[in-house]
Nanobody, 129 residues
Framework: QVQLVESGGGSAQAGGSLRLSCVVS????????MAWFRQLPGKKREGVAS??????????YYAASVKGRFTISRDNAKNTVALQMNSLQPQDTAMYYC????????????????????WGQGTQVTVSS
């Protein structure tokens, strides 16, 4: 069984930074895709960033709205996946979720929520102007 626990959310001013962390427990050796999603109340959960490490590759993917500002990284020694968020904007306010996919082709559909088998409980990020 895989468990994901997020932390690091909180409040920030526009232009500030936050770093989210997702501690991963359980057997994730076959989890080539780790991702961060976010969701506003009444809205669909949207993909923010994904990290693909299958087949010896190391590829990152970002939503257009966060590219150049957010960075996803994975530390296998610490079993964590991080999302460094810089130049935060009020529109980044949302509940952020960590997710893991075991699908070998996950990089092709990283924004598709249905390919992720495991989700964390979420951590709130609030950015004020």
């Amino acid at each position: 069984q895989v468990q994901l626990v997020e932390s690091g959310g909180g409040s920030a001013q526009a232009g500030g930074s936050l770093r989210l962390s997702c501690v991963v427990s359980g057997n994730t050796d076959n989890s080539p895709c780790m991702a961060w999603f976010r969701q506003l109340p009444g809205k669909k959960r949207e993909g923010v960033a994904s990290l693909y490490t299958g087949g010896g590759d190391h590829n990152t993917y970002y939503a257009a709205s966060v590219k150049g500002r957010f960075t996803i990284s994975r530390d296998n020694a610490k079993n964590t996946v991080a999302l460094q968020m810089n130049s935060l904007q009020p529109q980044d306010t949302a509940m952020y979720y960590c997710a893991a996919s075991f699908w070998s082709l996950c990089s092709q559909q990283w924004r598709n929520r249905s390919i992720y088998s495991y989700w964390g409980q979420g951590t709130q990020v609030t950015v004020s102007s």
